[in-house]
Each structure stands twice: as structure tokens, then as C-alpha cells.
């Protein structure tokens, strides 16, 4: 029967959320994934907002090697694997446990916990409408400026052509394969090894609520951004 509702997305999109880092700069003992946030663990907020997602059909997470029992139990749904040195390696051996029948890609820091159902959805659409490589991007606010070594301004850089890149960042599965396979230096970002093999990588609108937790006060913003709903 036709109908005016565009198609409803079909779960066909995986999402690796590497969540292996020890989270150095937030400080403690506890992997920051694990860290708690309003009561509950960073990587259960993230997989819960990636799960509600109409297009996410499978999680994958690559936790800390020595946690990945305790990971288990708290994502019982997701696929979960031992984590790398670096978070490209996390990466890669997340993507290793995608079945083949997932061809869209979405790659989450699980630090960024708070990325909104809607923006992980643009990012996959943007990659079934034909972007082989999506990334979101906030305008930067602050002016920027070059610095030399020696504490210098250079140049003052023109920040309407800057974007802050958040996750998720999505692919199409043979370009993500491809570009780690290419990968000879550690990026910090899955689209820089796409940029760096010349093929096109198309923005989206971030989102604040996006936010990479990082540091103790990135935490208060996270709390303030839950208690406000
Ligand atoms: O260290 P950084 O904040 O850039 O890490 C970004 C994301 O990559 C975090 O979610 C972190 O858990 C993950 N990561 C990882 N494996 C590593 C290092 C970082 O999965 N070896």
C-alpha cells in the first residue's frame, strides 16, 4: 500500500563503540567507559542511546582487556571484544566481529555517551543516501589562532570553515575495511584514514549533547544535560 511516511530504517546499521581507553585525564583507577554518570556506567548511557536508534540492529564494543567479563554484564545485548593499545587497534578489532550482512558502519567513541538518538540517525541516513564516509560537525565558536613554539601567534585561522568532529562517524563497510587496512599511523578520528586514501568524507550537523567527556567538568556538563531531560 502506498504510503506518505518516508520508509521506516531497518536495523541495518552496526556501530562499534571502542571503550577501551583508561581515561587518563578524568583521573581514578576505574576505565573511564566504566566511570559512573548520574548513577549508571558512561558505556550504558551510550549503548542505551544507540539502541534506540531505529537504524542500529548491532553493538559491538571493544572494552578494556580486563574487563570484558564485566562489560558482558553490563551490555548484555552487545558483541563485546578485548580492546587495543591505541583506539584504532579497539577499532579494527571491533569491526572484525561485524557479521557481513551489516554494510553501514558507524564507528562511537563511548565518551561520548550522550550523542542523541536523531544524530546518530543522520549520520546513517547520510550514508544510505550515498556518502560513503559522514562525519558530524559542530561550527567552532572560539577564535582561533596558529601558535609557534615559542608561544607566537602565526595567523589567526578563519573558523567559519572549521568544524568541531564529534562520533558517530559512519561508513560504508568495504571503505572502512579498506582504510584500515591502509592505515600505517594512528589517526584519532576513523575519517582521517578515509581522508588520507582521497576519498570525499561528507559533514552532518553535531550536536551539543555530543560532547567528548574527557575531564571531570565534562562530567558536571554531562549530569546538568541529564537532569535537564
Ligand atoms: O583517548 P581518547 O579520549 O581519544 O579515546 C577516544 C575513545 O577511544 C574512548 O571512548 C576510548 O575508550 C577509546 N579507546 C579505545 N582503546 C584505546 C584507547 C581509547 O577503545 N586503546
Same mark, same amino acid.
Given at each position: 500500500?502506498?504510503?506518505?511516511? =518516508?520508509? *521506516?530504517?531497518?536495523?541495518? $546499521? #552496526?556501530?562499534? &563503540?571502542?571503550?577501551?581507553?583508561?581515561? !587518563?585525564?578524568? +583521573?581514578? %583507577?576505574?576505565?573511564?567507559?566504566?566511570?559512573?554518570?548520574?548513577?549508571?556506567?558512561?558505556?550504558?548511557?551510550?549503548?542505551?542511546?544507540?539502541?534506540?536508534?531505529?537504524?542500529?540492529?548491532?553493538?559491538?564494543?571493544?572494552?578494556?582487556?580486563?574487563?570484558?567479563?564485566?562489560?558482558?554484564?553490563?551490555?548484555?545485548?552487545?558483541?563485546?571484544?578485548?580492546?587495543?593499545?591505541?583506539?584504532?587497534?579497539?577499532?579494527?578489532?571491533?569491526?572484525?566481529?561485524?557479521?557481513?550482512?551489516?554494510?553501514?558502519?558507524?564507528?562511537?567513541?563511548?565518551?561520548?555517551?550522550?550523542? =542523541?538518538? *536523531?544524530?546518530?540517525?543522520? $549520520? #546513517?541516513?547520510? &550514508?544510505?543516501?550515498?556518502?560513503?564516509? !559522514?562525519?558530524? +560537525?559542530? %561550527?567552532?565558536?572560539?577564535?582561533?589562532?596558529?601558535?609557534?613554539?615559542?608561544?607566537?601567534?602565526?595567523?589567526?585561522?578563519?573558523?567559519?570553515?572549521?568544524?568541531?568532529?564529534?562520533?558517530?562517524?559512519?561508513?560504508?563497510?568495504?571503505?572502512?575495511?579498506?582504510?584500515?587496512?591502509?592505515?600505517?599511523?594512528?589517526?584519532?578520528?576513523?575519517?582521517?584514514?578515509?581522508?588520507?586514501?582521497?576519498?570525499?568524507?561528507?559533514?552532518?550537523?553535531?550536536?551539543?549533547?555530543?560532547?567528548?567527556?574527557?575531564?571531570?567538568?565534562?562530567?558536571?556538563?554531562?549530569?546538568?544535560?541529564?537532569?535537564?531531560?
Amino acid at each position: 500500500m502506498a504510503t506518505d511516511s =518516508p520508509t *521506516p530504517p531497518h536495523r541495518d $546499521v #552496526a556501530v562499534l &563503540v571502542p571503550a577501551a581507553g583508561r581515561g !587518563v585525564r578524568l +583521573g581514578g %583507577p576505574t576505565p573511564k567507559a566504566l566511570r559512573d554518570l548520574a548513577g549508571e556506567p558512561l558505556l550504558v548511557h551510550c549503548c542505551r542511546n544507540l539502541a534506540a536508534a531505529p537504524s542500529v540492529g548491532l553493538i559491538v564494543v571493544a572494552a578494556p582487556a580486563d574487563a570484558v567479563e564485566q562489560v558482558r554484564a553490563l551490555v548484555p545485548r552487545a558483541i563485546v571484544v578485548p580492546g587495543g593499545e591505541h583506539r584504532q587497534e579497539s577499532v579494527a578489532r571491533a569491526l572484525a566481529a561485524v557479521p557481513e550482512n551489516f554494510q553501514i558502519i558507524l564507528v562511537h567513541d563511548a565518551a561520548r555517551a550522550l550523542a =542523541p538518538p *536523531p544524530l546518530i540517525e543522520a $549520520v #546513517a541516513q547520510a &550514508v544510505r543516501d550515498g556518502h560513503d564516509a !559522514v562525519i558530524p +560537525g559542530l %561550527p567552532v565558536v572560539d577564535t582561533i589562532k596558529q601558535v609557534a613554539p615559542d608561544d607566537q601567534v602565526v595567523a589567526t585561522v578563519d573558523r567559519s570553515q572549521l568544524r568541531a568532529v564529534q562520533t558517530p562517524q559512519g561508513f560504508r563497510r568495504s571503505l572502512l575495511i579498506k582504510a584500515h587496512r591502509a592505515a600505517t599511523d594512528a589517526h584519532t578520528d576513523d575519517a582521517g584514514l578515509v581522508e588520507r586514501m582521497g576519498v570525499p568524507v561528507h559533514t552532518v550537523p553535531g550536536h551539543p549533547h555530543a560532547l567528548k567527556i574527557t575531564t571531570p567538568w565534562d562530567l558536571v556538563v554531562a549530569e546538568a544535560i541529564l537532569r535537564a531531560g
